[in-house]
């Protein structure tokens, strides 16, 4: 069975920066297109960015230059590096990944609360 799992969430001041990670298990056979979500108290859930197989990345304007995603095929992990945090950060944030594998599909982690208090 696929699953997806996050780590690294936490709080932290306003200007500060933590670094979230999202591990994929299961027999998988490959990982396609990975991303970030995120949702935010009373808000919809909103796409952060996402980073292709080859590792074309793609940001939401206002992430841009703060945020960055990086991906380990061989871990089968996928990263976001958030620096220079504000206080709008504030969210759960969801790692999203299209996998073949046993169970091929669109799958999602638990999500982990990225909390930026200023």
């Known amino acids: 069975q696929v699953q997806l799992v996050e780590s690294g969430g936490g709080l932290v001041q306003a200007g500060g920066s933590l670094r979230l990670a999202c591990a994929a298990s299961?027999?998988?056979?490959?990982?396609?297109?990975m991303g970030w979500y995120r949702q935010a108290p009373g808000k919809k859930r909103e796409l952060v960015g996402t980073?292709?197989?080859?590792?074309?990345?793609n940001y939401r304007e206002s992430v841009k230059g703060r945020f960055t995603i990086s991906r380990d095929n061989a871990k089968n992990t996928v990263y976001l590096q958030m620096n220079s945090l504000k206080p709008e950060d504030t969210a759960v944030y969801y790692c999203?990944?299209?996998?073949?594998?046993?169970?091929?599909?669109?799958?999602w982690g638990q999500g982990t609360q990225v909390t930026v208090s200023s």
């Open positions: 980073i292709t197989n080859g590792g074309t990345t």
């Open positions: 999203n990944a299209d996998i073949v594998a046993v169970g091929s599909g669109n799958y």
């Open positions: 299961g027999r998988i056979f490959r990982i396609d297109t």
